[in-house]
């Protein structure tokens, strides 16, 4: 079973630039969590999208957006970058309505902004 | 709202040594508790879980036990090798109708030959 991708692994952007993220979660999971981490914040929630929809969206500016495809593959995007933005960005996929069931993370774009 | 507090690190141990990293969980209802473990250069695995009371979560000599009472879920490794060199976080699920995970901020353990 393949796991969760993400592309590019890498990226370096110029600061009011614009970005996009891809992420494909494990065949048959409709749920796509986003995650920013750096070292001085950690791992913090952006959003999570299940069937298409936004359920949850955490603390960050409206720079911040994504979106799921009807596959479930999801895009994360981010306007007019700032050097703050550099970080890892992890998504990670989950089977919902299961209470034993994991989220699997896929290995991050590394994002920087100079 | 739900929050995760790890103890700071890095923890810095010799090869054999016991490892405990303590985790406490703030959350209304019932949630589900992990331990995902980041090496290097990489995205997070799971290491082990626990989705209600008393459940406890095992994998790779590592253990944790859910405590509702103290509401914790410390980590503990009986003998900690080289390769166990890793970032930990402890997180929760607060249903089973999401996937949104709340991560406490990380413990780098180090251990050393």
């Known amino acids: 079973k393949a796991g969760v991708t993400q592309t590019p692994r890498y990226l370096i952007k110029t600061r009011g630039q614009q970005v996009t993220l891809s992420c494909s979660p494990i065949s048959g999971h409709r749920s796509v969590s986003w995650y920013q981490q750096t070292p001085g914040q950690g791992l913090q929630f952006l959003f999570e999208?299940?069937?298409?929809?936004?359920?949850n969206k955490g603390n960050f500016p409206g720079r911040f957006s994504g979106r799921q495809f009807s596959n479930s593959r999801s895009e994360m995007n981010v306007s007019t970058l700032e050097l703050g933005d550099s970080a890892l960005y992890l998504c990670?996929?989950?089977?919902?309505?299961?209470?034993?069931?994991?989220?699997?993370f896929g290995q991050g774009t590394r994002l920087t902004v100079v | 709202g739900d929050s995760v507090t790890q103890m700071e690190g890095p923890v810095t141990l010799s090869e054999e040594a016991f490892l405990t990293i303590n985790c406490t969980y703030t959350a209304t209802g019932y949630p589900s508790l992990f331990w995902y473990v980041q090496y290097p250069g990489e995205g997070l695995q799971l290491l082990l879980k626990a989705t209600k009371a008393d459940d406890k979560g095992s994998n790779k000599g590592f253990e944790a036990t859910y405590r509702k009472e103290t509401t914790s879920f410390h980590l503990e490794k009986g003998s900690v090798q080289v390769s166990d060199s890793a970032v930990y976080f402890c997180?929760?699920?607060?249903?089973?109708?999401?996937?949104?995970?709340?991560f406490g901020q990380g413990t780098t353990l180090q251990v050393k030959p």
């Open positions: 997180a929760l699920r607060s249903g089973s109708n999401t996937g949104k995970l709340i």
């Open positions: 990670a996929s989950s089977f919902i309505g299961d209470p034993n069931t994991e989220a699997f």
């Open positions: 999208y299940f069937s298409e929809t936004q359920r």
